[in-house]
């Protein structure tokens, strides 16, 4: 596994599974030595994983404001077909998605969490923060 050779200071040689279904190419080489490596996604702080994880940060959205930019994103980057394509994929990956964050609540695990979407009037360039657990 990725986690488990990045903690024993291995270098990690990965072509993700999907990169391979959708014939791009190339992969990703990560080499021994690096101070920080920054994991991206929902699944990246998997309760099963969190002795090989040193922090997390969650973004905590609003989930109508999070739709609509992720499918906005979508239809623009073309990556999931045409619009109706796009919201049937968001849509189908949300089923599995939400049952997924009920079970693992990576927010309760999280060193920092970050507003993704405004609680609070802020100036361009300023975020929201605030502290993980005690």
Known sequence: MVLEQLHRGEAVHL?????????????????????????EGVGASQREHAELIDATIWVQSDFAEAERRGIARD????????????????????????????????WERAALVLAGTAVLPLEPGQVAVAPGPL
């Open 15 to 39: 072509r993700p599974p999907a990169w391979e279904a959708h014939d791009r190419a190339g992969k990703i080489f990560l080499p021994t030595g690096l101070e920080l490596v920054v994991v």
């Open 75 to 106: 239809i623009a980057s073309r990556v999931n077909g045409d619009p109706e394509a796009t919201v049937a994929f968001w849509h189908e990956w949300m089923s599995h998605e939400l049952p997924f964050l009920e079970r693992q609540k990576p």
